[in-house]
């Protein structure tokens, strides 16, 4: 039998594992600006309830829900034709009084040349003094009377007595109303400007006023700067506003110390009764910022990975304060100099080598 031959040639494997490429930077101090939201409810300047002094019918109504009045603008005609009968009748009775002034002084002047050639006593004269007077006191109690009833006929038109939008319409052409009808024939709300009122706990406040210039509360609260207001939406308002005051007691059920920021409210776009958020932005001149899709969480917690002098990376636990734009600020568990993968965390595990790629300031904080 032919000999058979068996060649085996033994290949040796490359057990040398391959050291990939990730992005890194290194951590600097950066200038920043932050935003602390609250959530706020909305009032106009002014919110002026609209109710009748007399009792009637509705018989006008000249504007809609919703529509913007000026101040003095007429708004709403009461029946109540009570008002000017009792117009005319004290009317009537101020020419009664007027004549009855006019007889006590012609009984005044026929008596005092009487007086005077001794005819007969000063008596007389004196007591036809006394009813003139009661007389006079009568004429102006009777005009008097008058403009009071003028002013109550005066009440069946109701104007508005700010610049403002109308709220609601409860009551409707013929509905009855006195004075003490629980509702209002409606709202006028001035929101021109609108006061935005918002909370900030109590640690909040202890930071910011220990840390503010001024003495007073109010010289503290101009050193504020200016705040926004997000909308509903989304959206910002475009105006600006200021904070202008801070209430002196803390709710003690909430721990918190309630604020008011005004706004312009060009348009009367935002109404009272609107919710919003008042957005009071912090500068830090120089925040530690890492980029959220440089980090990742375990049970709550954040994490990065830190490069160290042998290339290979380990992960750090780190405590933020706030966000600003697509990146964390960080406070606690990075220091300057830190050298940070910046992307791919998601193929990395504690102790792996890496060969990392430098990226430029532009390149890392370009979204800061």
């Not at 959530?39 to 018989?59: C, F, H, M, S, W």
């Not at 109701?158 to 403002?164: A, E, K, M, N, R």
């Not at 120089?286 to 380990?314: E, N, W």
Request: charged content about 15%; glycine content about 6%.
């Amino acid at each position: 039998m032919p000999a058979l031959w068996f060649s085996c040639n033994n290949h040796k494997q490359d057990t040398t594992p391959v050291v990939k490429s990730y992005p890194v930077f290194r951590l600097k101090p950066r200038h920043a600006e932050t935003f602390s939201d609250y959530p706020a409810t909305i009032q106009g300047l002014q919110n002026v309830e609209i109710r009748p002094k007399i009792d009637g019918y509705v018989q006008a109504i000249y504007v809609d829900e919703g529509a913007s009045v000026s101040k003095g603008q007429k708004l709403f005609k009461i029946s109540a034709p009570q008002y000017e009968q009792n117009l005319r009748t004290e009317q009537a009775n101020v020419k009664i009084a007027q004549a009855e002034v006019d007889a006590a002084r012609m009984q005044v002047n026929k008596i005092q040349p009487l007086v005077e050639r001794d005819i007969i006593s000063s008596y007389q004269l004196e007591a036809a003094r006394y009813t003139l007077e009661s007389k006079l006191a009568a004429l102006a109690q009777a005009n008097a009377a008058v403009r009071n009833a003028e002013i109550n006929l005066s009440y069946t038109t109701i104007y508005s007595p700010v610049s403002g939008v109308i709220g609601i319409l409860p009551y409707k052409i013929g509905s009855l109303i006195s004075s003490t009808t629980a509702s209002p024939l409606t709202t006028v709300s001035d929101i021109s400007s609108i006061y935005a009122y918002f909370s900030i706990n109590e640690r909040q406040g202890l930071d910011f006023f220990v840390s503010a210039k001024g003495v007073t509360m109010q010289e503290k609260l101009k050193t504020m700067p200016a705040v926004s207001l997000v909308l509903a939406n989304g959206s910002q308002l475009a105006k600006t506003g200021t904070v202008q005051t801070a209430s002196g007691l803390i709710n003690t059920q909430t721990g918190s110390i309630n604020m008011r920021a005004t706004f312009q409210n060009p348009g009367g776009l935002v109404r009272s009764g609107s919710s919003a958020v008042v957005r009071i932005p912090t500068q830090l001149n120089s925040a530690l910022m890492v980029p959220q899709r440089s980090t990742y969480q375990i049970q709550g917690k954040l994490f990065v990975y830190v490069l160290d002098d042998s290339s290979k990376v380990s992960s750090r636990e780190i405590v933020t304060t706030a966000s600003c734009g697509q990146s964390f600020v960080v406070q606690q568990g990075l220091r300057p100099g830190d050298r940070i993968v910046a992307d791919g965390i998601g193929t990395l595990r504690e102790g792996v080598a890496i060969k990392p790629q430098f990226l430029s300031d532009s390149a890392v904080y370009q979204n800061f």
